[in-house]
């Protein structure tokens, strides 16, 4: 990446807020499994790749709704706790017997969810 394109970059991030952040997070998951739904070959790399990349960044948002320090409303942290157990279900589902077909539920909701964090739901 040249040196311009990556001060774009952080100032970028710097200049988002955290929702946004969040959003764009959910929405490169989101790209990264339509790509493999798309494009399916059966599993491989790349399937596992984003398969990993959206657990970790559930993981995340998993502990961040755990966290103490979270003022969310309670029954929001309980949702999103709720939606990050069905999609680790829904990847190790994957995972065991590949299907692109189970790569659909997991594309919708990171793209719900990044369209509520931007204010376009």
């Known amino acids: ?16 807020s955290p929702r946004e952040i ?27 790749s984003a398969l990993l990349f ?3 960044l559930w993981s995340i948002f998993m502990s961040a709704a755990d966290s103490d320090n979270n003022q969310q409303p309670l029954e929001v942290r309980q949702n999103i706790a709720n939606i990050g157990v069905f999609v680790m279900k829904q ?19 990171n793209c719900n969810i990044a369209a509520g964090l931007s204010g376009r739901a």
């Open 1 to 16: 990446m040249s040196n311009a394109a990556q001060a774009y970059a952080r100032t970028a991030h710097t200049s988002s």
């Open 22 to 48: 969040e959003a764009q997070a959910l929405l490169k998951a989101a790209r990264q499994l339509q790509e493999i739904h798309d494009n399916w070959n059966g599993p491989d790399k790349n399937m596992h």
């Open 54 to 56: 959206n657990r970790r």
């Open 91 to 109: 990847t190790v589902d994957m995972q065991v017997n590949p299907d692109p077909a189970k790569l659909k539920p997991l594309i919708d909701i």
